[in-house]
């Protein structure tokens, strides 16, 4: 089986993460990297049936908590939750469709291309300076972040930007480029910060994060071998044997 034949036996609400939610302490470790306090209005942007709102109002006692989601169904959990909380309100929008410009901290997840490229542009334009966009794995768009604690990032308006991924790279991993030992680290922390995989999963997921990795850096030229390296060979040759997954499909020449 190839990627993209796994890729599509998964339900879609997978493939989005639109179904996904975030372990309370993961929610508390991105609220304390981007200093939420009393002060903040907040706002989760998609947040389904997140207790992002919740733990903002109750915990951080912020002046507002307002979600925004598209999705009508995903949010009763939440709505049922929050309903005797004065300071969180849930609008049934698309993101890019309400004004969020009395906000200050935001929790913004996508990894739509298409999503990023629109919010970059409205946090942009519509957003105070000093405000701060909460984002997982790497910072929307080309976007130099201010704090990193990986793979947890905060970012300020008015935004830097990268001239290159190189750039951003350097900033977001510590070097222009990523190789193996990299990609398996960036994998496993990952993995570890995420705190959604059980233990008897891990090491397969963490060899499948790592060579998926290591392969888009390859694809963007951002990987540090000339060359496919052994451990890359390997792991490549463990999922398809083992796991009857083939990935090299993916690895552009």
């Known amino acids: ?4 034949e796994l890729i599509s036996t998964l339900p879609s609400s997978v493939l989005s993460g639109n179904n996904i939610k975030l372990p309370d302490n993961v929610i508390r470790r991105m609220f304390k990297l981007a200093r ?22 109750i915990e951080y006692k912020v002046k507002g908590a307002i979600g925004i989601e598209k999705r009508k169904t995903a949010v009763r959990e939440i709505l ?21 410009s009395d906000g200050n901290v935001f929790l913004f997840l ?3 291309d298409r999503i990023i490229k629109k919010m970059v542009g409205k946090f942009s334009t519509e957003l105070k300076d000093g405000s701060r966009i909460i984002s997982i794995w790497s910072p929307p768009g080309l976007i130099m972040p201010d704090k990193i ?27 222009k480029c990523l190789d193996f030992t990299a990609a398996w680290l960036l994998g496993d922390k990952y993995l570890e910060s995420l705190e959604l995989v059980p233990a008897q999963y891990k090491r397969f997921l963490n060899i499948l994060y790592a060579m ?8 963007m030229k951002v ?28 690895i552009e020449h």
Request: hydrophobic letters at 40%; aromatic letters at 12%; proline letters at 4%.
């Open 223 to 250: 990987s540090c071998e000339d060359e496919i390296p052994p451990p890359v060979e390997s792991y490549l040759g463990i999922l398809r044997t083992f796991f009857n997954l083939d990935l090299t499909s993916l």
């Open 1 to 4: 089986m190839n990627i993209n």
């Open 110 to 112: 996508s990894i739509d």
């Open 36 to 57: 939420l306090d009393k002060n903040d209005i907040f706002y989760d942007l998609g947040c389904g049936n997140s207790d992002a709102l919740y733990i903002a109002s």
């Open 149 to 175: 604690d990986f793979p947890f990032f905060v970012s300020h308006t008015p935004f830097k930007f990268a001239k290159s991924i190189e750039e951003q790279i350097e900033v977001v991993y510590g070097q």
């Open 80 to 100: 049922e939750k929050t309903k005797v909380l004065k300071n969180v309100k849930v609008i049934i929008n698309d993101m890019s469709r309400v004004d969020i």
């Open 212 to 219: 998926i990795i290591w392969i888009n850096a390859w694809n």
